[in-house]
């Protein structure tokens, strides 16, 4: 069973930055992919990137890209979100979630969230 | 991208009430449909993948059925603990899409 547990939300001022990490523990290597989603206030779960196991292939939400930046360290079992140019509307709970089960459907592990706040 | 919708957008339902779902994608996306389950302050559970499996520990009474472009969500007898928003997400993309989302709350 993977279990993950992400952090480094804070409050951060627009145009500031902060990188969100994941950490993963159990059965690693049975994960497909791991992405990051959020939640801003009284909206919706909103998808922000993904990277793929097994070729690092990387994909981002328009409203994210050339902004953020999602990576992983094998090494460290962590994942993260390198969050630039922060914006306002970046203020949310952020969730990293990946796929352990076969395939690439849904997402069945979740970490707690964390959430970032941008404001002057 | 692929757009997702769902209705209604809220509902008020009984304990034991069956409750229906729909989700609708804006181009074919075969099954790569999930359903998540989501409250406040806590992570997203998933509920259904591949648009019929019920996830490992899900009660029966959740299904989903579906293929293509329409979708559905269904709750066999509401409850207490299934009032919460109910998101349809689709992975047949790399650039994922959640729907906006189906509030249940208590009649």
């Known amino acids: 069973e993977v279990q993950l547990v992400d952090s480094g939300g804070s409050l951060a001022q627009p145009g500031g930055s902060l990188r969100l990490s994941c950490a993963a523990s159990?059965?690693?290597?049975?994960?497909?992919?791991m992405t990051w989603v959020r939640q801003t206030p009284g909206k919706g779960l909103e998808w922000v990137s993904v990277?793929?196991?097994?070729?690092?292939?990387?994909y981002y939400a328009d409203s994210v890209k050339g902004r953020f930046t999602i990576s992983r360290d094998n090494s460290k079992n962590t994942l993260y979100l390198q969050m630039n140019s922060l914006r306002v509307e970046d203020t949310a709970v952020y969730y990293c979630?990946?796929?352990?089960?076969?395939?690439?459907?849904?997402?069945?592990?979740w970490g707690q969230g964390t959430t970032v706040t941008v404001s002057s | 991208d692929i757009q997702m919708t769902q209705s209604p957008s809220s509902l008020s339902a009984s304990v034991g009430d069956r409750v229906t779902i729909t989700c609708r994608a804006s181009?074919?996306?075969?099954?790569?449909l999930n359903w998540y389950q989501h409250k406040a302050g806590r992570a997203p559970k998933l509920l259904i993948y591949?648009?019929?499996k019920l996830q490992s520990g899900v009660p029966s009474r959740f299904s989903g059925s579906g293929s293509g472009t329409d979708f559905t969500l269904t709750i066999s007898g509401l409850q207490p603990e299934d009032f919460a928003t109910y998101y349809c997400?689709?992975?047949?993309?790399?650039?994922?899409?959640f729907g906006p989302g189906t509030k249940v709350d208590i009649k």
């Open positions: 997400h689709q992975s047949y993309t790399p650039t994922f899409t």
């Open positions: 159990g059965f690693i290597v049975s994960i497909k992919y």
């Open positions: 990277i793929y196991s097994g070729g690092d292939n990387t």
């Open positions: 181009q074919g996306i075969s099954n790569y």
């Open positions: 591949a648009a019929s």
């Open positions: 979630a990946g796929r352990s089960g076969s395939g690439s459907y849904g997402m069945d592990v």
